[in-house]
């Protein structure tokens, strides 16, 4: 089926050999399955903000406090995008400069923090970031971080150690917890964290790089809330995954001083000229994630992701916690086959058109480049149209090309099979009709 929307015209006749290599990108998105759980499809709309004549305005600074004329603009237009997003999240205050969730959570740092600062959050092994203290990201580099972990007990296995959390918060008294994972598919109840950053004075920060749409769509407690109204101090995002806008990120509070300090750091701690085509899509986005229909599609999300999580269960996978609430699956492959890595179950799935990625599971025993897991997500097919039906069929094609991998005629018949399944669920772009 040939693309019905071509935005690259110019592309192809000035760079037809760019134009090649987006057109095969493009081909690739569409006939194969995008299962990478940070990943999604933008609309149409976000993809022409993302487009637009704002990528030729500097604009460093703040609206009305900017450093460039000619931004009378890019004013309203930023402040539109900030006055959406405090609306999406109840939030006070709101940045949405951060170019990545890695600089959101830097600036966040940059703002509440000095170098050599403790800092209290997830091992990366068991679904931390690398911004969460790994040694050789500048996080681990400037700060001192602790790491708690997942807990080992029969009752709450593989669930956040809240009891770890309370005993090293009371040794290290660290300034700063960070909650939020990138390779975690449970909800994370922010209460008893608050509590156990009150009695030692700390902030709280929530990464929702990947829950910030399941928050937007009210299927994930807000944590800048809490059940009792108080969550976190500060919530650091990116825009692009499960709340489907164009790659960036951002940063929400409901204190004053906190955001002054992350306004700080974003600009001209960190950052020189904001992208204000992204804050343009951001605010495209933000307008999308505000409309009731995305509250089902959330819900769809997350139903999907279970439907997934069931149908791996049957072909006989192992899930870290059981299972989901969210988005994401992460799954033990040893139960399904003791020799297979995450790496060639990767691999192998890729030459299926069934992208996903690679991912340590808790306690380990392959490096973090070899793995014993993969993980799955559903926000982008779930775009798609994908319902439970197509989840069901979707693990038993994962399942089939695991178990026939070294049989290279049924790779390629699973691939025909991807490719037919995808044909009926085009993401967004193929779906428009006009020029
Ligand atoms: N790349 C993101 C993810 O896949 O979770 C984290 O930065």
């Not at 604009?59 to 450093?67: T, V």
């Not at 930023?78 to 405090?86: T, W, Y």
């Not at 089902?296 to 279970?306: F, M, T």
């Amino acid at each position: 089926m040939a693309p019905s929307y071509n935005p690259l015209g110019q592309v192809k006749k000035g760079d037809p050999e760019l134009y090649e290599l987006i057109e095969r990108e493009q081909d690739r998105q569409r006939t194969t399955l995008q299962l990478i759980a940070s990943e999604n499809f933008t609309s149409v709309a976000v993809m022409e903000a993302t487009g637009s004549v704002l990528t030729n305005k500097y604009s460093e600074g703040y609206p009305k406090k900017r450093y460039y004329g000619g931004n009378v603009v890019v004013d309203e237009i930023e402040q539109l995008a900030i006055d959406r997003l405090k609306e999406l999240f109840g939030a006070g205050f709101a940045n949405v400069q951060p170019h990545a969730g890695a600089n959101a959570n830097a600036a966040a740092y940059l703002g509440l923090l000095e170098p050599g600062d403790t800092v209290l959050a997830m091992r990366l092994d068991q679904g931390g970031h690398l911004t969460h203290g790994s040694p050789v990201n500048f996080s681990g580099r400037l700060y001192n971080f602790v790491s708690y972990g997942l807990s080992e007990n029969e009752d709450d296995l593989e669930r956040i150690d809240l009891s770890q959390i309370a005993s090293l918060a009371k040794q290290h008294h660290p300034k700063l917890i960070v909650v939020g994972a990138t390779a975690y598919p449970r909800i994370i109840d922010i209460d008893p964290i608050r509590e156990i950053a009150d009695e030692i004075g700390a902030y709280v920060m929530f990464d929702a790089a990947h829950v910030a749409g399941l928050i937007a769509g009210g299927v994930y407690p807000n944590p800048l809330v809490g059940s009792k109204g108080r969550g976190c101090d500060l919530m650091t995002f990116t825009t692009h995954k499960t709340l489907r806008g164009p790659r960036g990120a951002a940063i929400v509070t409901n204190s004053a001083e906190i955001a002054s300090k992350v306004d700080k750091a974003v600009f001209p701690g960190l950052q020189g000229g904001p992208l204000e085509n992204a804050i343009a899509a951001k605010a495209v986005a933000f307008k999308e994630a505000l409309d009731p229909s995305f509250r089902v599609y959330a819900k769809l999300v997350v139903e999907n992701a279970k439907a997934l999580a069931d149908s791996l269960v049957a072909e006989g996978f192992r899930l870290v916690s059981g299972g989901t609430d969210t988005h994401l699956i992460l799954c033990d492959l040893r139960t399904f086959d003791a020799d297979l890595s995450g790496k060639e179950a990767q691999e192998v799935l890729d030459s299926a058109g069934i992208t996903c990625n690679r991912n340590q599971i808790p306690f380990d025993p392959r490096s973090p480049f070899v793995t014993s897991g993969l993980r799955f997500g559903t926000p982008a097919m779930t775009t798609c149209g994908m319902g439970k039906q197509e989840m069901e069929t979707v693990g038993s094609l994962i399942a089939r090309a695991l178990r026939e991998r070294k049989d290279q005629g049924a790779i390629e018949a699973i691939r025909d099979e991807v490719a037919q399944l995808c044909s009926k669920f085009p993401p967004p772009l193929e779906r428009r009709q006009e020029a």
